[in-house]
Every structure is written in structure tokens, then in C-alpha cells.
């Protein structure tokens, strides 16, 4: 396919600063050359690591939420199990890591879903959503930062609350439309 992915960027970057950083993120502040040919200034906020995310199904076809307070949101969260991997770590292996973390099961089966950016006018974070299935229970060993709750969800309930917007989390979105429509098209 030919088109516009074959155009040169039409950003010309003439700076870049960095405004702020902590452990998980850095800002930079770029001065550049807008496609209009106006100067113009541009923030980038760079994660320290690609985000992960697991639909995780049992055999009775529930989904396992995870809930938690998110702090920018100022609200509470129903997600799948979710997290960062530091960049240059294997995406499969962290989604791995991050299901036992939070919910304690592990997987026997895996597959990919799909690879995403997140916010892609604001940062350049990207990440990968994996199914898990054939589960096998275990402890949970959560951040000692994290408040989570594990719950589990009847799929079709799932994909109801993702269409009444009750499960606003972007990745947990894109994770049970995509199971949703690999079934409609006998994908799976």
C-alpha cells in the first residue's frame, strides 16, 4: 500500500530539552519546524518502558478484571492486568510477569493480539495485548505500591461494560473488542 506512510516526516526537529524526569518517564520539550514551515514547540512525554497488557479468559469464558484507584484520573479503575516492561525486555515475558504480579494465575497458552500507541499526539509510548488462557492459579505478589482488587467478569459482560464505557481503560478496551472481534470472524 502506497500513500501517505511513504511521505518523509514533514517535522523538522531543531531542539530537544529535557524539562523533567523521574524513574518512570522523561518529558522533553522540542523546538521545531511545524509541516507549515512555522516555528513551533512540541512536548514529548517518553516512558521508560512499552505497556503491557493480558485479556486473561478462563474455561468459563469470564474475563479476570483488576481493579484500582487511579491516581490522574482521580477515580476508580475495572482493567485487565496491566503494566510497563522496560524497554528492550521481551513484551511477552513482562505480560507474563504482570499477570502473576497482580492476579497470582499464570497462563499456559499465550497469543498476541495486537501492538498499539497510546496517545500517540503527546507521547511515544507503545505496547503490546496478549490472551491468556488455560490458567492456573496462584499467589499474587503486587507492587507495594498497588491497592488492587481481582475480579472476574462474564466476557459478554465485559464487552457490554466496554460499550456502556463502565471499563474506560484504553488497553482493556482495545484487548476485549479485539477477542470480541477475532470471535465474530472465527479468528481465534
Given at each position: ?17 529535557l ?12 523546538e ?6 512555522e ?25 479476570l ?15 485487565i ?108
Amino acid at each position: 500500500m502506497t500513500g501517505p506512510d511513504d511521505e518523509p516526516n514533514p517535522w523538522s526537529r531543531l531542539s530537544r530539552t529535557l524539562a523533567y524526569e523521574n524513574a518512570w518517564i522523561q518529558v522533553f520539550h522540542d523546538e521545531v519546524i511545524r509541516p507549515d514551515g512555522e516555528p513551533g514547540v512540541y512536548g514529548v512525554v517518553h516512558p521508560r518502558t512499552h505497556a503491557v497488557g493480558v485479556v486473561a479468559i478462563d474455561d468459563g469464558d469470564r474475563v479476570l478484571l483488576v481493579g484500582q484507584y487511579r491516581y490522574t484520573l482521580d477515580r476508580y479503575s475495572w482493567e485487565i492486568p496491566e503494566g510497563g516492561v522496560p524497554i528492550g525486555d521481551d513484551l511477552l515475558a513482562g505480560a507474563q510477569r504482570e499477570l502473576a504480579e497482580e492476579t497470582g494465575y499464570r497462563a499456559e497458552s499465550w497469543r498476541e493480539l495486537l501492538r498499539f500507541s497510546l496517545s500517540n499526539s503527546t507521547t511515544d509510548e507503545t505496547g503490546a495485548l496478549y490472551l491468556a488462557a488455560d490458567l492456573i492459579e496462584g499467589k499474587a505478589h503486587p507492587d507495594e505500591t498497588e491497592d488492587l482488587a481481582v475480579r472476574w467478569v462474564a466476557f459478554a459482560e465485559a464487552l457490554a461494560q466496554v460499550r456502556s464505557g463502565e471499563l474506560f481503560d484504553s488497553m482493556t478496551q482495545m484487548g476485549i473488542m479485539r477477542v470480541a472481534l477475532d470471535r465474530a470472524t472465527d479468528e481465534t
